[in-house]
């Protein structure tokens, strides 16, 4: 299934639960601008490579656009574009003033070196620089991308547009970024496993938990939830896993991956599992964290956690989804559960803007704070409309984001 028409189908189900006009549901799902570019560099061999980069901003009812930029071989315009509508719904629930926009380009940043990286980053800049921007649509990391990309962005955006630190948020501490931003999305997806395990009435010390993809959400939420003394039983990247049902040290994976280019592989603390078995392994919390697609109607009736936290983008397809509920398997979605990077980006472009800055325990402060707000407005709409955290969840959303519209006025 595309992923747009995945996000549609989610949409679709709140806004039946809110009762949308025909009228308020084609504007809310169409984009308010598509763009697509040529990318052309030198490669440090001299070769001309030429790529593609897309941005899609959603939709601005709520505020400037905002949404990750991603660097993987599968992105394409129609995924740039689920993503997008994902972050508006997203910000409009954990009720940052925010719309949804997504960035990405079709390739393999393993396969670059950083100059290459540099390059392409640099270009693309030069193709969008004018329909971006602080109070516009302001990008940040997501697959493929680090604070690295996003101290290019800021670099190459000042050159057209004088000193903008606001323009791009996910950038290094030392170039205008905030402590507290890289943990934000993994904390987030911790701290939230532990407020629903809490509201289903589930031992938190001892929960074991099996998390797919160790990038900057996978690891963040492995730390942190070996830090709240849950079990990290299983975890894996794009080479494959590791099982280990007593539980990893963590810090020693973490020390791993350090040492070898943020990869898994070689790791001898635990027995090798492939991506497909990590999905159906026995644990009490699976945790999607790489990419959108990997439960599907195929393998959704062979996981066993009894809860689901959706940390990567779309990683639930909705067939499954409708599985997962019918076997009374409880979803964190996306919208909610990787919320936290979102919301840490906005206090980034708040301090850019005030040029002020927060310790980090502010920042955690107010991240918890929100985020525990938005879930339990989540859980008690779904409790209290009998409908599932996903539905709950995007009713807030979207609801957001409707009635702003009406107040803002159309013509
Ligand atoms: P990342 O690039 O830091 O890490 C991605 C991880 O996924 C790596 O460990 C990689 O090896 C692994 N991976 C890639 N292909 C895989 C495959 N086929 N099978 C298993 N693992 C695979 O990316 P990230 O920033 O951690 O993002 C992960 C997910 O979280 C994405 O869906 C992203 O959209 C979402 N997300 C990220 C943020 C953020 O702040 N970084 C915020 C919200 C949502």
Redesign the pocket.
């Known amino acids: 299934m595309r992923a747009s028409e995945a996000t549609q189908i989610y949409f679709d189900r709140a806004a039946d639960q809110l009762d949308l006009s025909t009228d308020m549901r084609r504007l809310l799902l169409t984009a308010k601008r598509e763009v697509q570019v040529q990318i052309p560099i030198e490669r440090d061999s001299g070769e001309l490579a030429t790529f593609i980069g897309y941005r899609v901003q959603h939709n601005d009812a709520r505020g400037p656009m905002k949404g ?1 930029l ?1 660097y993987h071989p599968q992105v394409d315009l129609d995924e740039v574009r689920g ?1 997008a509508a994902l972050m508006t719904w997203k910000t409009a629930v954990v009720d940052i003033p925010y719309g949804g926009a997504k960035g990405g380009v079709a390739i393999d940043p393993a396969r670059f070196s950083q100059r290459e990286l540099e390059r392409i980053t640099r270009r693309f800049v030069d193709a969008i620089h004018d329909l971006f921007g602080p109070d516009v649509d302001i990008p ?7 604070g690295d990309v996003m101290a290019w962005i800021m670099n190459q955006y000042g050159k057209y547009h004088g000193f903008s630190p606001a323009c791009v948020t ?1 950038k290094p501490v030392e170039y205008h970024g905030i402590a507290g931003r890289e943990e ?2 993994g904390r987030g997806v911790g701290s939230l496993t532990l407020k629903l395990l809490s509201r289903l009435g589930r031992r938190i010390p001892g929960t074991r938990v099996a998390i ?7 690891s963040h939420t492995a730390k942190f939830l070996h830090d709240a003394e849950c079990r990290i039983v299983a975890v ?4 494959g ?1 590791f099982l280990r049902t007593e539980g990893f040290d963590v810090l020693e994976l973490l020390r791993h991956a350090h040492a070898h280019g ?3 592989d070689g790791f001898k603390g635990g027995d090798p599992l492939t ?1 497909a078995d990590l999905l159906a392994c026995d644990c009490d919390v699976l945790v999607p ?4 697609g ?1 439960i599907t109607a195929a393998n959704a009736g062979s996981i066993k956690a009894p809860i689901v936290v959706e ?5 639930t397809e909705p067939d499954a989804d409708a599985i997962l509920d019918s076997r009374g398997i409880v979803v964190l979605p ?1 919208i909610l559960a ?5 919301t840490a980006s906005w206090f980034e472009w708040v301090q850019n803007r005030q040029h002020y800055q927060w310790g980090i325990n502010r920042v955690r402060q107010e991240l918890d704070r929100i985020l525990g707000e938005a879930f339990e407005q989540v859980w008690q709409l779904s409790s209290g409309r009998r409908v599932p955290l996903r539905t709950a969840a995007y009713m807030v959303g979207v609801g957001r984001v409707a009635r702003a519209t009406v107040l803002g006025g159309i013509a």
């Open positions: 990750g991603r993503l940040a990391p997501d697959m493929g991308t680090t996910g934000a999305t797919q993809g160790f990038g900057n959400v996978g894996s990247d794009a080479g896993g943020g990869r898994l991506n964290a790489a990419l959108g990997v940390g990567a983008n779309a990683p996306d990787n919320a936290g990077g979102v």
